[in-house]
T-cell receptor
Framework: DVKVTQSSRYLVKRTGEKVFLECVQD?????MFWYRQDPGLGLRLIYFSYDVKMKEKGDIPEGYSVSREKKERFSLILESASTNQTSMYLC?????????????FGSGTRLTVV | GQNIDQPTEMTATEGAIVQINCTYQTSGFNGLFWYQQHAGEAPTFLSY????GLEEKGRFSSFLSRSKGYSYLLLKELQMKDSASYLC????????????FGKGTTLSVSS
């Protein structure tokens, strides 16, 4: 089974902190994605990556950056955390092209910024 | 623009049948996915349709009409464990562009 592992299930950070969310997949997938999920707003794409060292902005990249130094790892960085970044963050991966199973998601990180 | 619409909430009783609709308007189309997401958990894959028609998988079936930009997920013999959010997502093209997700339909199954 494909596994996508997110380093933390719950995180509490202070406003202004730099926050790193880590995601690792073990099936040699080319594509990796970061979404945030909020009630009533659904999944919104923050950033995605098609290859090592490549990144593309999604719909809501402001306040975030990403890093993909190795194929299996895709990190989401909150440069200076703010309370409006309190959310559930979901990482996903897929082969390229996406294929008939779409994404495999990690279990999510619920981030609270206080 | 890209848009996917699905009802926000639905309720049903155990043993019943429920149909969750999804309409989409996207710049391209290379398949439609349905995911199930229980509260506090990650979405999990349910089905994929790329050609018109019905795909059946046990108690779950998914239908696609590309000309109408329409899909539905049909859940039969509902069980309490089917209480979850159901996400409709479209792949806009073959190049692997990120999936576009609807906001999800929360289904509550009561006894």
């Amino acid at each position: 089974d494909v596994k996508v592992t997110q380093s933390s299930r719950y995180l509490v950070k202070r406003t202004g902190e730099k926050v790193f969310l880590e995601c690792v997949q073990d099936m040699d997938h080319e594509n990796m994605f970061w979404y945030r999920q909020d009630p009533g707003l659904g999944l919104r794409l923050i950033y995605f990556s098609y290859d090592v060292k490549m990144k593309e902005k999604g719909d809501i990249p402001e306040g975030y950056s990403v890093s993909r130094e190795k194929k299996e790892r895709f990190s989401l960085i909150l440069e200076s955390a703010s309370t409006n970044q309190t959310s559930m963050y979901l990482c996903a991966s897929s082969p390229a092209p996406t294929g008939t199973y779409g994404y495999t998601f990690g279990s999510g990180t619920r981030l609270t910024v206080v | 623009g890209q848009n996917i619409d699905q009802p926000t909430e639905m309720t049903a009783t155990e043993g019943a049948i429920v149909q969750i609709n999804c309409t989409y308007q996207t710049s391209g189309f290379n398949g439609l996915f349905w995911y199930q997401q229980h509260a506090g958990e990650a979405p999990t894959f349910l089905s994929y349709n790329v050609l018109d028609g019905l795909e059946e998988k046990g108690r779950f079936s998914s239908f696609l009409s590309r000309s109408k930009g329409y899909s539905y997920l049909l859940l039969k013999e509902l069980q309490m464990k089917d209480s979850a959010s159901y996400l409709c997502a479209v792949s806009p093209n073959q190049a692997g562009t990120a999936l576009i997700f609807g906001k999800g339909t929360t289904l509550s199954v009561s006894s």
